[in-house]
């Protein structure tokens, strides 16, 4: 899974590195820094906890992208919205 923060949307509300420091950083004016974030195996609950709580659904969670070699992989790799 991705974290990605879309900086246009942002506008610093500060909820996601308050919830999820790990996934998230500000920058020097509270807002959260943009671009694409992996997340670590068993943060995806804290991911979606973070995206859920932004007023500004700046944060988009996208799933991996699929391995062909590997049966297990996910086929959807839709954006997930909360
Ligand atoms: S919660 Fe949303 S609006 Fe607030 S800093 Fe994070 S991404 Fe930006």
């Not at 999820?20 to 959260?32: K, N, T, V």
Request: net charge negative.
């Amino acid at each position: 899974m991705i974290a990605r923060v879309d900086p246009a949307r942002c506008t610093g509300h500060g909820r996601c590195y308050m919830l999820a420091p790990d996934l998230f950083d500000a920058d020097d004016d509270g807002y959260s820094v943009g671009g694409d974030r992996p997340v670590p195996e068993g943060m995806e609950r804290r991911a979606r906890i973070a995206a859920a709580n932004c007023p500004e659904s700046a944060i988009h969670l996208v799933l991996d992208e699929p391995d062909p070699t590997d049966p297990q992989s996910p086929t959807d790799t839709r954006e997930e919205n909360p």
